[in-house]
């Protein structure tokens, strides 16, 4: 499950995340991360689900971070697309590449909503999904 955790200025100092990774032994990955002294917001795959899951969510609440359930984030307009690979490059996550046989193929997993590959689509392929911007409260 992707997550966009949101860091307080009074806990983004505090290894919250080293904290729940230590403690549950998740490998969480971060996908995307923009900290500083003031504020924090990552977004982060955590490779579980059921009570391992709840238990991660529960401990990043419990420390002060709210967190947020990315949904499904971009479509591809396979009638438009053409796979030349324009967006494959700019995108900061490689949740785009080229399949074997040279079909373009998206990681939903990887993406972090940022339209990047958006503006370099010469052909107008990919949209951001309206709910990509937006996100659901996980429930603990």
């Given amino acids: 499950m992707r997550v966009r955790l949101i860091y307080s200025p009074d806990v983004v100092e505090k290894p919250i995340l080293a904290e729940v990774i230590s403690k549950t032994g998740l490998l969480i990955n971060i996908l995307e991360a923009k900290v500083d002294a003031q504020k924090g917001e990552l977004v982060v795959s955590i490779p579980s689900s059921g009570k391992k899951l709840e238990e991660a969510i529960a401990m990043f609440r419990r420390a002060g971070v709210k967190v947020e359930e990315i949904k499904e984030t971009l479509k591809i307009d396979r009638e438009k697309c053409i796979s030349c690979g324009a967006c494959i490059s700019p995108c900061p996550t490689q949740a785009l590449q080229l399949d074997s ?40």
Avoid at 112 to 119: I, L, N, R
Wanted: aromatic fraction near 8%.
């Fill in 101 to 140: 046989d040279w079909t373009l193929k998206y990681d939903e997993e990887r993406c972090v909503a940022c339209g990047t590959c958006v503006h370099a689509c010469p052909f107008d392929a990919i949209t951001l999904l309206e709910d990509a911007g937006k996100v659901e409260a996980c429930s603990s």
